[in-house]
């Protein structure tokens, strides 16, 4: 099984490791077109056009810091992905407090999308940075358009044989369609808060915890589904309700609603 996550807006103030290298990334192929973001990002970082730099990533005036942060990333110390990325998804994961075999299919099976690096396993060493995927960068462009040319091979020999839980936000699954031999074993999750009965809002901040939690009660049941099907009746006898919608077209992937009625 492939879990995609998104990554997340906060980030760990600083790496405790080594600096940054590329060619020690998973998914190698990459690497040419993470030299070209990366070059691009800290250029801009490091311009004496505050604003449009600003501008560029969709920073505000009170974030100018991280213009500076970004300069630095070709020399700054690096720390595992899955320590980076500390937002609402990533606490209700809670990685560090995984039991053992749960942490290793988290190793094994998460891929995390990123404006800047394409996407990343939870062991690559990063350091924290700050390059939203709707950024236009000089000589790149805009970034969404960018790896939607340059990730489908590695995204798609990633997903193997096995189902894939697509969990990304909409502007990162844009960057990556599973293709039509992949669709059938894809499924992609929608979280619905039922307020009261027939009565049900789409949510958006909670809807990354529950993401979360879910990733988090799979691993740690030690769920191996084969298939989309067993994906979903995993998540179901995890007591999670779980509603499949209608496939609108052929070659699309399958998308289940997760009903939650606490957040």
Not at 169 to 177: E, I, L, V
């Amino acid at each position: 099984m492939l879990i995609l996550l998104p990554p997340s807006e906060g980030k760990a103030d600083a790496g405790t490791g080594r600096r940054l290298d590329l060619s020690r990334l998973s998914l190698p192929e990459l690497t040419p077109a993470r030299e070209a973001v990366l070059a691009a990002l800290t250029t801009l970082g490091r311009s004496d056009d505050e604003e449009a730099a600003l501008a560029a990533l969709g920073l505000s005036a009170g974030q100018r810091g991280e213009l500076v942060r970004n300069a630095r990333l070709d020399r700054a110390a690096t720390a595992p992905a899955g320590q980076v990325y500390t937002g609402v998804l990533y606490e209700a994961l809670d990685l560090a407090s995984l039991p053992p075999d749960a942490l290793r299919t988290a190793r094994r099976s998460v891929l995390v999308s990123s404006g800047l690096w394409g996407a990343v396993r939870l062991t690559d060493r990063i350091p924290p940075y700050r390059c939203p995927i709707g950024a236009r960068l000089p000589g790149v462009g805009a970034l969404s358009a960018y790896w939607r040319r340059v990730l489908p091979p590695a995204m798609t020999a990633a997903a193997g044989a096995g189902p894939v839980l697509d969990l990304r936000s909409a502007a990162y699954a844009a960057t990556w369609t599973p293709p039509a031999e992949l669709a059938g074993r894809t499924v992609t999750v929608r979280v619905l808060h039922e307020r009261q009965p027939g009565v049900r809002t789409v949510v958006s901040h909670f809807n990354k915890a529950t993401k979360g939690r879910l990733v988090r009660d799979l691993l740690v049941a030690g769920a191996r589904p084969r298939s989309a099907t067993a994906l979903v009746s995993a998540l179901r006898e995890l007591r999670y309700t779980v509603e499949e919608q209608p496939v609108t077209a052929a070659g699309r992937p399958r998308q289940v609603d997760v009903v939650v009625t606490e957040l």
